[in-house]
């Protein structure tokens, strides 16, 4: 076709249009760093979502549960070693097993879903509110927890490890807090073996590019072949914690996978989870879980 025809004219100008219109689209958006996330109220966020065990955070326990339960038992069998977290080499590394929860927020089951298979775990958060109250629960987390703690144990590393010790001093000597922004994880690629991120990619901006951005950091931050789970709000548009809204980007299952693509390996599953027990709040259609290992590329 002749390249100065009208049609490809047509064309050109139209993906200048389309780009012009995304430019703006994004520059009216909430973006993460323009919320008050210092002022996220932690306590009546736990009160709301946490303080008794809800069927959708059930069902998601137990699919992760299973999801690092078979990626470690078969890990054991193909290196005829000691389960990662008690002795043996990490996946691919040689060395132990170290775990992130990336945006932990006040929400403490993904640390304890990978608790029987960590040397360490860092409680990764960039909010001062939600530190102090890690800081707070990492001596002695909270009675509501044990209900949470009670669905992992349905698998035997978790049943194992509490009958060993108890999960309470294996918490507080494993796990670290850290202060940091997701998006500066960057700096961070392939230093972890084992992850987590739950309601935190759609959940800090009104913006795709930024929860794009977020799968990516997060997944880039682990090593290749590294197990990880992450859960999402579908269709969220945004939260009330306390007196304070907070902004969230509205996604599918599909933009999820998508997201997650280039960074995890193909058997990766994307679960809808829905709203078993009635909905958590308004805005939202319910709740997605992915659960892969991460690929090699950098």
């Known amino acids: 076709m002749d390249p100065r025809s009208p049609d490809v004219t047509d064309v050109t100008d139209g993906k200048s249009a389309e780009a012009a219109r995304e430019a703006r689209r994004e520059a009216e958006q909430e973006l993460n760093a323009e919320a008050s996330w210092d002022l996220f109220d932690s306590a009546a966020y736990v009160d709301h979502n946490y303080r008794f065990l809800r069927s959708d955070d059930a069902r998601i326990l137990h699919l992760v549960r299973d999801h690092f339960s078979d990626y470690f038992r078969s ?4 290196s005829g070693g000691p389960v990662p977290g008690t002795g043996a080499p990490a996946p691919g590394t040689g060395g132990p097993v170290h775990g992130i929860d990336v945006g932990a927020g006040a929400n403490l089951y993904p640390a304890l879903s990978m608790l029987p298979w960590c040397d360490t775990i860092t409680l990764f958060e960039r909010s001062a509110a939600n530190i102090a109250y890690l800081e707070g629960q990492r001596p002695h987390y909270d009675a509501h927890w044990d209900e949470f703690w009670d669905v992992l144990r349905g698998r035997d590393a978790y049943r194992e490890l509490a009958e060993d010790d108890d999960p309470r001093v294996v918490f507080r ?8 922004d997701l998006f500066s994880l960057d700096r961070f ?3 972890w073996s084992l992850g987590t991120m739950f309601f935190v990619a759609e959940s800090m901006s009104t913006s795709h590019r930024e929860f794009e951005t977020g799968v990516e950091r997060f997944l880039r931050a682990l090593a290749p072949g590294a197990p990880f789970a992450a859960a999402f709000m579908e269709g969220s548009q945004g939260y009330k914690v306390g007196e304070r809204f907070f902004p969230a980007c509205s996604v599918t299952g ?13 058997d990766v599953t994307v679960t809808p989870i829905g709203m078993p027990g009635g909905a ?9 879980v992915a659960c892969g290992r991460r690929n090699s590329v950098r």
């Open 254 to 266: 599909t933009e999820i996978r998508a997201a997650l693509a280039p960074y995890a390996e193909e």
């Open 280 to 288: 958590l709040r308004p805005g939202y259609e319910g709740m997605i």
């Open 75 to 78: 890990f054991r069998e193909k």
């Open 173 to 180: 000597k494993t796990v670290e807090v850290a202060q940091g």
């Open 189 to 191: 690629r392939g230093r």
